[in-house]
């Protein structure tokens, strides 16, 4: 009786035929109609055709009507606006937007609860894991709340591409606790994965919660670089290590232990530019059924928090989360996707589906998770669980801003201490920033060994300029006004310089960005270095 009277609701739901098939459904409870109205005239203008329905009180109701709008065949996003929190004394009830739940089969196996909140079943029509449809959830508790995330959205997509966010991503990592021979391997993996497959022309920075790291902040300074990692703006913000709903994991030393960061720091989170896309590669951070609003609810809600929020809702495991960033950051940087929602779907599908790269680094990941996860014989399930335990909190027709490639010519190989051009394409008139880099696997500096952990508090303090001189890679920038048309930009390079570097270049105009990059080895010129003192007779 349940399920017919939950049927015959959705059926009535979407009995009024629109005008033209619609590509995006909208459950979306009456109180915050208003509230979501310039977000639906925002999309209306870009041509998404929506219709906004009422929210359902089983998952089988929202289940039904989504599956009897798609029968169109145009249907390719559904958005969840509303909390979904399993709270008995929560007074009212009408404002939520339930979640389905699946049975765990691989994350028990590191101690789960039995069952998986996960809105990816609203997605899959054809019931084979994978989903067909771009899906993601405001998970608002008021109308205030949906105001100011709409306002973000709108305000995200129509800023001026002038800022050099956009090619910036920030990773943060805490340390598996697995052992001292599985964290070096998985650290030695995260490495290669950020030198290799980021392209060069994005600028990173590494925060690593590892004492004997110089990528390591002074830890009673950790959670405030955190902060400061993201309030800076950037493209992605990445966070990778254990979590838990309302806090990260900690820095680990003898005599105390320091915070990565935490729910309480989130009234912290304020970004100058570019809002980042906030991604947890951990457990619990998107447990948005909760009675209590997770970590992920709380940065999305905030007016200047991040712009989405992705990251799971239970426990995650190693293999299935890396696995998982291989696949976004292929699918992100071939440029083939428009908005976030499409980025995440094709992810997960090429996860379940195995369909996804399956070169030398893919052949890596897939044998450490034989060789280490308690679940080895059960990878293709271990992805597919996947699926279901990472989510959305976030617009799903969030538009990418990719910038235009750009060739960049340059000589792959120089001497220190001399001139050098640069030649590149200038699509359009723009203020143009033009580096020479280190590669971001190379340090330009010995770092200091740190032999024993008991550390002083002037020793503490000494952390945090190592860390700020191993995120510093730059050797040689100019910025410069350019306009349309060949260019050639000269660079002097310093006396100091040598190994392997990158030319990069960034261009911004008024309305368009494009990056590139050309690699570089610099070569020691013996006779300059010697008038300068640096090498010896």
Partial sequence: MTFLIAFLASVVAVATPAEEPVDTVVFCPQEYRAALKPWVEYRTKQGHRIRVVAPQKTPVG????????????????????????????????????????????????YGAVPDIATDNKYADL????????????????????????????????????????????????GVGGFGPVEDKIIENATKKLITEMVPLEYETSMTYASWNSPYCPDPRRFS??????????CLFWVYVGHGHYRELDRVRLPQARYKIFDISQVNKIKSKAGLPIAIFLACNTCGFDQSGDCIGEELIKRPAGPIAI???????????????????????????????????????????????RKGEFRQMLDALGKAFSPTGDQLDEERKEHTHLI???????????????????????????????????????????????????????????????????????????????????????????????????ELDVPVEARGECEFRVFLQGPRSFAAGASQVKVRLNKTAARKRGSVKR
């Fill in 310 to 356: 992705l990251g799971g809702s239970r426990v995650t495991m190693p293999y299935g989360m890396a696995v998982m960033s291989l696949e976004m950051m292929d699918a992100y940087f071939s440029g083939e996707f428009k908005t976030l929602g499409e980025l995440i779907r094709v992810t997960k599908s090429n996860m379940v589906k195995n369909a996804g």
């Fill in 126 to 173: 054809n019931g084979d894991g994978a989903p067909d449809l771009s899906i993601g959830r405001l998970p608002v508790d008021s109308a205030e709340q949906l105001k100011t995330i709409v306002k973000k959205i709108i305000a995200y997509e129509k800023q001026l591409p002038n800022t050099l966010w956009r090619r910036k991503i920030n990773f943060i990592a």
């Fill in 391 to 489: 989510h959305l909190l976030g617009d799903p027709l969030l538009r990418l801003a990719l910038p235009k490639p750009l060739k960049v010519t340059a000589p792959d190989s120089i001497l220190s201490g001399t001139k050098t051009k640069v030649e590149f394409d200038v699509p359009f008139d723009s203020t143009a920033t033009v580096e020479l880099v280190y590669r971001r696997n190379r340090l330009t500096f010995r770092p200091p060994r740190r032999k024993f952990p008991y550390f002083s508090e002037n020793e503490l303090a000494d952390f945090q300029p190592i860390y700020e001189k191993a995120n510093t890679l730059v050797k040689v920038r100019r910025q410069l006004k350019l306009t349309k048309g060949q260019q050639v930009v």
């Fill in 62 to 109: 929202i289940k039904n009507v989504i599956r009897q709008i798609a029968k169109t065949g145009k249907l390719k996003n559904v958005v969840l606006i509303g909390d979904s929190r399993a709270d008995r004394f929560r007074k009212n009830q009408s404002n939520l937007v339930p979640t389905d739940y699946v049975k765990a089969k691989i994350n028990v196996k």
């Fill in 224 to 233: 405030e670089t955190t902060i400061k990692r993201m309030n800076e703006g």
